[in-house]
């Protein structure tokens, strides 16, 4: 998912079965479709595979999005990402294990999806 750290609100999410850079870059490509204005962004992240890659960066190259990132395994400087996780988790309780992606759909379409930090 993608954070609008400014509205605080989140802008592009993808629910897939695994890590892999598709869904990422799935939800890139919402945030990016669904911003406003995207002259001056940057683009703020850990420095996970999937975001380092070269289909990734130049998505945000050519749209001419500045790309910051954390240091490796520095998950402290990325508190926002970090609160909205543990929002999704504890009040939402999607910490829970899913039997399968229609599961995990079903339960989040039962809650509002709209989380205001």
Request: aromatic content about 10%; charged content about 25%.
């Amino acid at each position: 998912m993608i954070t609008n750290m400014y509205s605080r609100k989140i802008v592009g999410y993808v629910l897939i079965e695994s890590l892999e850079l598709k869904g990422c870059v799935r939800a890139l490509n919402k945030s990016i479709y669904n911003a406003k204005n995207i002259e001056q962004l940057i683009y703020y992240s850990d420095s996970g595979i999937q975001y380092c890659s070269n289909v990734y960066t130049q998505i945000l190259k050519s749209k001419k999005i500045k790309i910051s990132m954390t240091e490796e395994n520095h998950f402290y400087e990325n508190a926002l990402a970090e609160r909205v996780n543990g929002i999704l988790k504890d009040e939402f309780y999607l910490d829970q294990t899913f039997t399968s992606v229609v599961h995990a759909k079903k339960s989040s379409q039962k809650r509002n999806q709209t989380v205001q930090l």
